[in-house]
């Protein structure tokens, strides 16, 4: 039988990198889990096998975030299973970069489906099914504000959530709902590092004063902040979690 004094929450892209570290922090902090994925199953299946091997609680969810009717079932399947849910942690994306002038209609509009229009996709139907009190966060992206080239497309997807963030904080009014976002500066995940020379990897890693890149780990933690109750006071920010980088 579902308890209902457990909180829980609701993950997208949580299959790898900094979403499963997100998953696997809440379920340390007691929240029961919902890992979504899209197409990693297996990865998913072993984030929720460890998390329950340490004693948490945790499912698996397929869902396509670009797709409406997907997200409504994941809704669904994670009240089914746990009675309702109390934080979206909004994590799923891509990354392809490209100058503008290289960018071509898949690299544009396939980031707009899952960076975008996923985002706004679980932010609609959490504004109505999220339950009172709750907590929404974001994953947003450090290049908003150091404009690199090439990330034209991703950073301008992100600055978009950005500003969602801060007018659904103001639009959730009277729910004790806070809606936030962390934006990571370098972080060591696959979607990061691959296809970039470790030179490369390198040099950015010297860029902050803290001089190294996050771990997923270390985002894990300031969602974990933003998601309890020590964080109740922070509403409608933008968290750049990047040691310094900007």
């Known amino acids: 039988m579902t308890d209902p004094t457990i909180r829980t929450a609701l993950v997208t892209g949580a299959s790898r990198g900094i979403g499963a570290a997100i998953a696997a922090r809440l379920a340390r902090e007691g929240f029961n889990v919902v890992v979504n994925y899209a197409g990693s199953e297996a990865a998913a299946v072993d984030i929720v096998s460890k998390i329950q091997a340490d004693g948490g609680r945790a499912i698996s969810a397929r869902a396509d975030v670009s797709d409406a009717t997907d997200v409504k079932r994941l809704f669904d399947c994670a009240e089914t299973e746990f009675g309702g849910i109390d934080v979206l942690v909004n994590n799923a994306g891509i990354m392809k970069l490209a100058k503008i002038e290289d960018s071509d209609d898949d690299l544009f509009?396939?980031?707009?489906?899952?960076?975008?229009?996923?985002?706004?996709?679980?932010?609609?139907?959490?504004?109505?099914r999220l339950s009172d009190g709750g907590r929404i966060i974001n994953l947003s992206t450090s290049v908003v504000g150091l404009k690199l080239e090439t990330y034209a497309v991703y950073a301008g997807l992100k600055a978009a959530v950005e500003t969602m963030t801060g007018i659904m904080a103001k639009e959730m009014r009277g729910r004790n709902i806070t809606v936030n976002a962390v934006a990571p500066g370098p972080t060591a995940t696959a979607l990061f590092l691959d296809g970039k020379p470790?030179?490369?990897?390198?040099?950015?890693?010297?860029?902050?004063?803290?001089?190294?890149?996050?771990?997923?780990?270390?985002?894990?933690?300031?969602?974990?902040?933003?998601?309890?109750?020590?964080?109740?006071?922070?509403?409608?920010?933008?968290?750049?979690?990047?040691?310094?980088?900007?």
């Open 109 to 128: 509009d396939t980031q707009v489906a899952v960076n975008l229009k996923g985002t706004f996709n679980t932010l609609r139907e959490a504004s109505a």
């Open 198 to 246: 470790e030179e490369l990897v390198q040099k950015m890693s010297k860029i902050p004063p803290l001089e190294r890149l996050a771990t997923p780990e270390d985002i894990a933690n300031v969602v974990a902040f933003l998601a309890g109750s020590d964080g109740g006071w922070i509403n409608g920010q933008i968290l750049r979690a990047n040691g310094g980088l900007i």
